[in-house]
């Protein structure tokens, strides 16, 4: 009868006419229930009622007939696959029962207790097999398993079942079904990821089935990821992922060769020029994807080393995204990312890894990187999305270490942080190095196209000063960064140890010290004496790991200011171990002075100032070593509205010129031109400099250098009050130098010609015809300029007799003239008063010797 209404009934279809009532549809279910109870259940082979708890059950004096069991199989095939009968869980009890039949002809038959022909074998793993495709395959490993968890069950039966299992388990979906079978039916003696982690991670698996897995696994993890309801099994799916992985290299091989083939279309997109290379939320799901696998657990996670080789490519990535601010997630899960690969290296790969981003190294080993012509935009088209395209302008630069420095700040790392800003800091002394080594550009480079050549060139600057400055500007970030203060305060020998390093990398370079790294040897001094100073580590270390190297340096160098400096170390440590008890009050009386200067009133603040000096004067080695002090409270003190405060601070400024000598004049040059600074304080930095010439008078020529590029920088100022203070310091600097600037003179005459040609500030323009006549009245020879003397003439001879010009413009062009025309009356004078003589002598006849001196080596006998 259930035959014949399956044959009959078009359950499926939903035409009118084949339209089945529930209460109908109801009742055939019910039908189908009690036959499988009475039919299938009565005949299973006799080990599945055994057990405790047993699955099955029948009346005790009922027997098995396999005979009629294939019988009842063979009827309920069609029927239990009419999917509309599904209605919840109303066939799961007779499929239950149809998997159990059909699991004991087979162990009977295994077991010879009945007899099968080969055809019928096929027939029957068939009948399992649409079992599997048509059904829901949580529940057939839900039978399954119920099956198998029966004890009494004979080895052959065992191994049927463990077949059926594993072979179910290796094909596609067989991870996901296992999955939420035993979610359902969980034990709570053993957690769900535990349980399936130890039935999938088994070692006797063939490659084959192991690598299956492994994909089922990742994409059972992606689905996780994209569907929210499934983020509860992500732990099951992560750590049987990372007991898979743990298994074998091969397995550890195919996970690497998914992660290349995922991140591939980042290294070598294969689009269209300006075209997008990947949706955006294809490229935001693939970022939290591998957020999850890498950063969600310290246990069930894949090992963070396989970040390595991609550490270049996801800081690149964030180094784009970073300036928008509606991909705040993508930002942390990239954060996250580069943290936990950076936070799980030893301290050698730690090294290898920052040293290779700081020094930009492409040929680290197994190292991708974002292809260069990859840029993230907004999208036109979505506000709330970037896109990815791969643009035709060419590769573009960039350095890490910015972006490293925002993460590291970002995060509680700290000890991590305080590791990396070591090892930046031991770099300097390669950096140093390589300075002494002049880099030369390849001369292959002019086979190059001109757009080639260009970004070589680009290149080439970039990896030999843009890293060394990204380098400085990350440790002067990390150092302002209040929990890296606190670490170093609590790690100072460990700090104190990189800086005598670099102390002993300085003695090894001894004498040829150029002078960035005199700069930075400097800087470095000063650095450990603070150390020394804040730290709570006992002497002997200090004199241990300090003593030597400072010796050697103060043997090998011979600038005074950082022998001073030296000496001070040393000193401290001597006081440190009571040798010098006379090094505390020199300490005392520059405090004190400093304490006066930094008062507000400025009595107070010129009587510091004269301490100060006095201590200078006299080189007092405390004083002397903390030079970079007394200059920062000069320069604070200049800002001061009291000109007495003011010409003491330039007095104080010329007493450091004398010890610090170039150090000063440079930052007195760079606070001149930075364009950051006011501008009434860039005019009084000036006048300082300027008054600092006065005072050294013809020692002054010795930093000519450093002082006429300053004041010709300031000519180039688009600020006119600047350019008038620039040229007139300018002629009062030639004045100084008493006009030996026949270098800077062409560069000289260009600034004044295009001031007077293209300035439009009158103030100016007088100034840089003053500078003008001053140069011509500092000619001491004027054939030395011939080539230059008609073009000024003329320009002169123009300003003096124009008509429409500023009066004290042709004032200064005729005081110009007159100079210029005393001097060629003075010249031909010269040349027409001294007559030539002509005076013919032979050598070698009647030539007295002259005792008592030594021959020449040319005087020949």
Aim: aromatic letters at 8%; hydrophobic letters at 40%; charged letters at 20%.
């Amino acid at each position: 009868m259930i035959k014949e209404i399956a044959n009959n009934v078009n359950f499926i279809s939903n035409a009118k006419e084949d339209l089945v009532a529930e209460r109908h549809k109801c009742l055939f279910i019910a039908c189908v229930q009690d036959i499988a109870q009475w039919s299938l259940q009565q005949h299973l082979h006799p080990n599945f009622y055994k057990g405790r708890p047993a699955l099955f059950s029948r009346p005790h004096d009922k027997k098995t007939s396999f005979k009629n069991l294939e019988i009842y199989i063979g009827g309920f095939t069609h029927v239990l696959f009419i999917k509309p009968l599904h209605i919840g869980k109303s066939l799961d009890e007779p499929i239950l029962q149809y998997m159990a039949g059909i699991f004991s002809l087979l162990m009977a038959f295994e077991d010879k207790e009945y007899v099968m022909a080969d055809q019928e074998i096929i027939n029957k793993t068939a009948c399992l097999q649409r079992v599997w495709l048509s059904l829901p395959k949580a529940l057939y490993f839900r039978n399954l398993m119920l099956m198998k968890n029966n004890k009494i069950l004979s080895s052959s039966g065992q191994k049927i079942l463990l077949r059926q299992l594993l072979v179910r388990l290796w094909s596609p979906g067989g991870f996901n079904a296992v999955v939420f079978a035993l979610a359902e039916c969980k034990n709570e003696e053993h957690s769900l990821e535990e349980l399936i982690s130890r039935l999938i991670a088994q070692p006797a698996y063939s490659a084959k089935a192991q690598k299956s897995l492994i994909a089922q696994i990742l994409n059972f993890l992606q689905s996780c990821v994209d569907n929210q309801e499934l983020l509860q099994y992500m732990g099951v799916g992560l750590l049987s992922l990372r007991r898979l992985y743990d298994l074998n290299d091969e397995n550890k091989t195919f996970v690497e060769g998914w992660l290349q083939s995922q991140l591939h279309i980042l290294i070598q997109p294969s689009c269209e020029k300006d075209f997008a290379i990947m949706d955006w939320s294809n490229f935001q799901s693939l970022i939290s994807f591998l957020f999850h696998l890498f950063c969600t657990s310290t246990v069930e996670c894949l090992p963070s080393n396989l970040l390595t080789s991609y550490l270049n490519l996801i800081l690149n990535i964030f180094y784009h995204v970073q300036q928008y601010n509606n991909v705040q997630l993508l930002q942390g899960q990239l954060k996250a990312l580069i943290l936990k690969c950076l936070h799980n290296q030893n301290a050698k790969d730690l090294h290898k890894l920052i040293e290779a981003l700081a020094l930009q190294r492409t040929d680290f080993n197994g190292w991708f990187a974002l292809n260069d012509c990859i840029r993230f935009d907004e999208n036109p088209l979505n506000s709330q999305d970037l896109r990815i395209i791969l643009t035709s302008e060419g590769p573009h630069l960039w350095d890490p270490l910015p972006a490293l420095v925002i993460i590291l700040k970002s995060s509680t790392f700290n000890l991590l942080t305080y590791n990396i800003f070591l090892i930046l800091f031991r770099l300097l002394p390669k950096l140093m190095k390589e300075d002494e080594e002049e880099k030369k550009i390849s001369e292959s480079m002019e086979l190059l196209q001109p757009e080639d050549l260009q970004q070589t060139i680009l290149r080439e600057v970039n990896s030999t000063y843009a890293g060394r400055l990204h380098i400085i500007k990350a440790l002067e970030s990390l150092v302002q960064h209040q929990p890296m203060k606190c670490m170093i305060n609590e790690n100072c020998s460990e700090l104190l140890r990189c800086l005598a390093d670099i102390l002993i990398n300085f003695a090894e370079l001894n004498k040829h010290l150029v002078e960035i790294n005199e700069s930075t040897l400097m800087i470095t001094l000063i650095l450990i004496r603070e150390v020394m100073q804040i730290s709570t580590s006992s002497s002997d270390d200090f004199q241990t790991v300090l003593s030597k190297p400072l010796h050697n340096l103060y043997e090998n160098i011979d600038r005074q200011s950082l022998k001073y400096q030296i000496l001070s170390l040393l000193h401290l440590l001597q006081r440190q171990n009571n040798l010098n008890v006379r090094y505390e009050p020199l300490k005392n009386q520059f405090e004190e002075a400093r304490g006066l200067v930094e008062a507000k009133e400025s009595y107070l603040q010129v009587e510091g100032i004269e301490k100060l000096i006095k201590l200078v004067n006299c080189r007092d080695a405390y004083t002397v070593s903390n030079g970079h002090a007394v200059v920062a409270m000069a320069l604070n003190t200049l800002k001061s509205p009291e000109s007495y405060t003011f010409l003491n601070c330039v007095r104080l400024f010329t007493a450091l010129v004398q010890v610090m000598e170039v150090e000063i004049l440079d930052l007195l040059g760079d606070e001149y031109i930075a364009d950051s600074s006011t501008l009434d304080y860039r005019l009084v930095v000036g006048e300082v400099i300027l008054k600092i010439g006065r005072e050294l008078g013809p020692l002054c020529y010795k930093y000519k250098f450093i002082l006429l590029n300053c004041f010709m920088n300031g000519c180039r100022s688009h600020l006119s009050e600047f350019r008038l203070s620039a040229f007139s310091n300018l002629a009062q600097l030639c004045r100084i130098l008493t006009y030996q600037v026949h270098q800077y003179f062409q560069e000289l005459l260009h600034l004044i010609d295009y001031e007077i040609t293209s300035g439009k500030y009158l103030p100016a323009k007088r100034a840089a015809v003053l500078v003008l006549s001053d140069l011509l009245e500092g000619m001491d020879n004027l054939i030395d300029y011939e080539e230059m003397l008609l073009p000024i003439y003329r320009l002169l001879k123009y300003l003096a007799y124009f008509k429409q010009s500023d009066e004290q413009i042709r004032v200064h062009a005729t005081n110009g003239l007159k100079s210029l025309s005393e001097k060629c009356t003075k010249l031909l004078e010269d040349i027409t008063a001294s007559p030539l003589e002509k005076e013919i002598k032979i050598l070698g006849l009647k030539d007295s010797s002259k005792p008592g001196l030594k021959k020449h080596i040319l005087v020949m006998n």
